[in-house]
């Protein structure tokens, strides 16, 4: 397989190769990310093949570090945009999501203020400050959008382990929120 640093030179270079290559390695991990917020496979296929398109007109000038974090943030940024002018009718773990980190956060409307960098760069500091199992836990959860289930099955825990380390974690933030300066 095509190593990452090949795939963003094809985008530099403005090869149509570097879509397709970008698809056969990431597009189920983008896939996967889009439909755990959208809880629709067409929705989720269209946002990823909107990633290609936003990824193709953002590099360059972006050169990215990592190359599946860069697609991951595009990808969920998009699935969120989708979700929000969607009108769901059903509540995706995506809200649930939301709703549980609103106990840390506050206010009705989480989802934007989570995006207020102040609390963005709070939480990231916040992570560092975790274990790698919980940090790794958090992100699955908060981050990729996914099931305690399958957090639980990927690292070999039970699912009331992970929803106990989940709630711990939480808690934690909401502590370290509360010490930043950030109320509830």
């Not at 989570?114 to 919980?134: K, N, P, V, Y």
Request: hydrophobic share 35%; with cysteine; aromatic share 10%.
């Amino acid at each position: 397989m095509i190593q990452d640093s090949e795939i963003i030179e094809l985008y530099i270079s403005r090869d149509e190769r570097a879509i397709s290559e970008t698809a056969e390695k990431y597009g189920a991990y983008c896939e996967k990310i889009a439909y755990n917020i959208l809880l629709d496979s067409f929705d989720a296929e269209e946002c990823v093949n909107d990633t290609y398109m936003r990824t193709w007109n953002t590099i360059p000038p972006t050169l990215p570090r990592i190359l599946s974090s860069f697609l991951a943030k595009i990808t969920r940024n998009l699935a969120l945009d989708r979700y929000r002018k969607k009108d769901a009718v059903k509540r995706s773990r995506y809200e649930s999501s939301l709703d549980e980190l609103s106990e840390c956060i506050g206010g009705r409307d989480i989802s934007e203020e989570i995006e207020i960098s102040a609390i963005g760069a709070a939480i990231s500091r916040f992570l560092l400050t975790e274990s790698d199992l919980s940090r790794r836990l958090f992100i699955r959860k908060y981050f990729f959008e996914d099931s305690v289930r399958e957090i639980a099955k990927a690292h070999g825990l039970s699912t009331s382990a992970v929803k106990t380390s989940l709630h711990r974690t939480r808690l934690r933030l909401k502590a370290f929120l509360s010490e930043e300066g950030i109320y509830i």
